[in-house]
Every structure is written in structure tokens, then in C-alpha cells.
């Protein structure tokens, strides 16, 4: 079993994780303002992207973007991956590729723990990704505890790189936001991006 195999319903099941939607959980997150080139480079690429119409366009020409942003927002001092094997524990299902991860540590060449951040793109249907995210959400919580840097909190996000929705793990207990933020709201994605990064949210 992948994480791609993982719907909600059987991810809470397999690992007794407690789900609580809330409309709002991020909206405490005070927006970023994108620098001029993320700016520039976002009216150019979401048309394009929503005109080619498939998942790989949408991430390479929207979510890297935003990501590369998130990157140079801490100073290039977190790391971020993308289409990387992030194979756990193959027992219990959690083995893939993950399409975006976000670390704590600055080493850009492997990846290391703490892992805090796992981005899923999907082509439009948000919600098919919510249980491979979380998959990969609970995959990041064991891969961090046997490094020894174990963090409380693992965010997540299903993005369509127009329409974005933001996931919390805290142990067992599965916090899903309702509300899903566009791309015109830039700012507020960049703001609940980086008060993940830095544990706030």
C-alpha cells in the first residue's frame, strides 16, 4: 500500500487519528505579503497553469513558486523537496512519493527531520488527496521521532495550486480547516505557510 491508496476514512482507521473539522483554524495566520517577483510570477503562471489543466503544470508553475517564496522568507534556513520517495515504513503503508515536503533543517542535498510541512497537488478534487496527505502527515511524525527531533505539531495541505486547504496533526488528533483559501488570497496561504513553518498555527 502507497500513500496514493489512502482515503480518509481507512487512514483514520488504520492509525485511531481523531478528526475535527473546524472552519477557520489557520484564519488566525497574519497574511505575507509576496515579494514582487513571487507577484509577477503568479500572473503569469496561474493562466497558463489553469489552461494546461493537469496536476504536474499546476505544481511546477504555482505550488513550487509559492514554495521557493516560503524558502527565501526564512532566509534559505529550511529546505524543501519535491517528488520525493519518503518510504517509512512499508508494514504499515506508508511508502510513495510525496509531491512537496518542507523541512526544519536547511540541508537542501537529502532529507532530514524535522519534517514539518507535506504539500499534496491535485488536479481539481481537493478532498481525493486528504487521506494520502494525512497518510504522508503520519509517516512525517514517525520519521521525526526516530531521528530524535520530534516536533508537536505536522501540517499538511491538498492544493489544486488555485484552491488550497490546510490540514493539523497534533499526536492523534486530526484538525481539517473547512475553509479553502484561492491563490488571490496570495498572502494568506503565504502567512498560514509560514506560521506552520514556525509552529504557530
Not at 534556513?77 to 510513495?96: C, P, R
Not at 481537493?126 to 511524525?141: D, S, Y
Not at 527531533?149 to 486547504?165: E, L, Q
Not at 488528533?173 to 513553518?197: F, N, P, W
Amino acid at each position: 500500500m502507497a500513500y496514493s491508496d489512502w482515503t480518509l476514512g481507512t487512514v483514520k482507521k488504520a492509525f485511531d487519528i481523531e478528526e475535527v473539522n473546524t472552519a477557520g483554524v489557520f484564519s488566525d495566520a497574519e497574511p505575507v505579503a509576496p515579494s514582487a517577483h513571487l507577484t509577477t510570477t503568479l500572473e503569469r503562471n496561474v493562466p497558463l497553469a489553469f489552461a494546461m489543466g493537469t496536476e504536474k503544470a499546476k505544481s511546477e508553475l504555482i505550488v513550487s513558486a509559492i514554495l521557493v517564496e516560503l524558502w527565501e522568507y526564512f532566509n534559505r534556513n529550511i529546505s524543501f523537496f519535491s517528488g520525493i520517495d519518503f518510504n517509512v515504513d512499508a508494514e504499515s503503508g506508508l511508502t510513495g512519493v510525496c509531491d512537496f515536503v518542507v523541512s526544519l533543517s536547511p540541508s537542501q542535498f537529502h532529507l532530514e527531520s524535522p519534517i514539518i510541512v507535506l504539500v499534496e497537488a491535485k488536479r481539481d478534487n481537493l478532498t481525493v488527496g486528504l487521506g494520502q496527505c494525512v497518510a504522508e502527515m503520519v509517516a512525517a511524525q514517525r520519521f521525526n521521532v526516530e531521528r530524535g527531533n520530534d516536533i508537536p505539531r505536522i501540517y499538511g495541505a491538498t492544493t489544486s495550486g488555485i484552491d488550497w486547504v490546510f490540514l493539523k496533526l497534533e499526536e492523534k488528533r486530526l484538525q481539517l480547516d473547512m475553509a479553502a483559501y484561492t491563490i488571490e488570497r496570495c498572502d494568506k496561504i503565504l502567512g498560514i505557510l509560514t506560521s506552520m513553518v514556525a509552529q504557530k498555527a
